[in-house]
């Protein structure tokens, strides 16, 4: 197993495609400009030294060099072995609504984007937790399975939108009914599950789903995101609104919070429900009820003993580098009475 430290630095990479074409177009100007000033085999007659070939091997060791000193300063490490790592904490899933009400920009920039928000400042505050993901709206789809990689998290976080949930609507019942598959019922770690939803919801089953939740032990934590008095829902074409979301009588639908739905869910696990439109209320809520739910020690496997292997890469890079101070481009007369390449005197 490896990983790299310092990804950024691959960028530097473009610098020897870049490189490799100034060479290029440096010898075709130079083949231009011989044509001009008189008979190419007549001016290779007046420099009989000068090897074309050594202009390519020293191109190729300035390439090279070069390649080897930015993949060290990219650092890559090496995991000698493989060790079990016990840590303490719960497993705790976010489930995320991403139907098109979740469009409505009643709260900046919009109640999808505030839930992300949300999620990824609630991740910021775990310490061992494992962490999965869910989006819903007519239907249920599972983004991230439990896991302690909150990095990859937050990247699956912010890709989730309402087209990546092809049934329409909003059913909590799926969301929670999909949650209770991501835990192991024969795994003692708590659970706690923390839905952010504006609370429309098409379906009457989610406080039967909470009650088979809460059999398997899951707490479920509610935030409402978006505000009573609501808002339309944008339709939106690069970023610009062309109108909105219509019923059919042909009328602006105005999507609003429903706190009472939220709530009951919650007390059905003897959870809560808190505001969402309030970032530091969430976190202090959310912070103190970790606290008073107890850890329990799992075990994780991971790679371990990462060891740095940049000073071989930039060791080989100025060694490959110092090898081109001392090539000269004239030709060396040993190959030369060889006469390998068929060469012309």
């Known amino acids: ?31 231009k400009k011989q044509r001009e000033f008189g008979d190419l085999d007549l001016i290779k007659k007046l420099s009989p030294e000068k090897s074309v070939l050594k202009s390519v091997i020293k191109l190729i060791l300035v390439l090279l060099g070069l390649t080897f000193l930015i993949i060290g300063l990219i650092n890559p490490k090496i995991g000698t072995k493989l060790e079990t790592v016990k840590r303490e904490g719960i497993d705790i899933v976010f489930a995320v609504d991403v139907s098109k009400s979740m469009l409505a920009e009643d709260v900046a920039p919009n109640r999808l984007e505030k839930s992300k928000q949300l999620v990824s400042q609630i991740i910021n505050q775990l310490g061992s937790d494992r962490i999965g993901i869910i989006a819903y709206s007519g239907s249920a789809f599972p983004v991230l399975p439990i896991t302690t990689d909150y990095g990859v998290a937050k990247m699956f976080l912010q890709s989730m939108n309402p087209g990546m949930v092809s049934s329409q609507g909003t ?14 019922k024969k795994d003692k770690t708590n659970k706690l599950l923390i839905i952010i939803s504006d609370g429309e919801d098409h379906s009457d089953n989610a406080e039967n789903a909470a009650e088979e939740a809460k059999k398997l032990g899951i707490k479920i934590i509610t935030i409402g995101v978006g505000t009573e008095k609501g808002g339309p829902i944008p339709l939106k074409k690069n970023g610009v609104v062309e109108s909105f979301q219509r019923d059919q009588n042909d009328e602006v639908v105005i999507t609003k919070r429903n706190a009472e739905v939220l709530t009951k869910i919650a007390k059905s696990t003897k959870g809560g429900y808190v505001d969402g439109n309030s970032t530091k209320t969430v976190i202090d ?18 790679m371990a003993n990462f060891q740095s292997q940049f000073q071989w890469f930039l060791a080989f890079g100025f060694l490959v580098l110092f090898i081109d101070l001392f090539l000269f481009e004239k030709k060396t007369k040993w190959v030369k009475k060889m006469n390998l390449f068929n060469e012309k005197e």
Do not use: C, H, R
């Open 1 to 31: 197993m490896y990983e790299l430290e310092e990804k950024g630095y691959f960028y530097l990479l473009l610098v020897i495609p870049a490189l490799t074409v100034l060479f290029l177009y440096i010898q075709y100007w130079k083949k």
């Open 171 to 184: 059913s909590i019942d799926e969301a929670i009914n999909l949650a209770s598959t991501f835990v192991d």
């Open 285 to 302: 809520y959310i912070k103190n009820a970790l606290e008073n739910i107890e850890k329990t020690e799992f075990e994780s496997t991971q």
